[in-house]
Nanobody, 119 residues
Framework: VQLQASGGGLVQPGGSLRLSCVVS????????MGWYRQAPGKPREFVGS???????NYAASVRGRFGISRDNAKNTVYLEMNSLKPEDTAVYYC??????????????WGQGTQVTVSS
């Protein structure tokens, strides 16, 4: 089982980006999915999450600007980021709580995608 994140890049303040994270490999179920980020010199922090039933939860710093959605048929989670600020600059990681035939249920992490907000 692997998670592959994509969609990062360089964007100006006030701009938008959409990140994607797809789960590949044999899975029985993909439960909660979420996004975290880590800025240089700072610990990794929670950005937002979404349940299989599409209940969402967000960090206060991004609420109202970021939106999380998922496509259960494609085992994919998205992070729509709007009104981006320089302080949103970080490596963004996706995480998924997965039940797989080959392993006990646990969290899997993607490799990270860089988001840089700068003029």
């Amino acid at each position: 089982v692997q998670l592959q994140a994509s969609g990062g890049g360089l964007v100006q303040p006030g701009g938008s980006l959409r990140l994607s994270c797809v789960v590949s490999g044999r899975v029985l179920s993909v439960n909660d999915m979420g996004w975290y980020r880590q800025a240089p010199g700072k610990p990794r922090e929670f950005v937002g999450s979404i349940t299989r039933g599409r209940w969402t939860n967000y960090a206060a710093s991004v609420r109202g600007r970021f939106g999380i959605s998922r496509d259960n048929a494609k085992n994919t989670v998205y992070l729509e980021m709007n009104s981006l600020k320089p302080e949103d600059t970080a490596v963004y990681y996706c995480k998924a709580d997965i039940t797989a035939p080959s392993a006990p249920r646990h969290d899997y992490w993607g490799q990270g995608t860089q988001v840089t907000v700068s003029s």
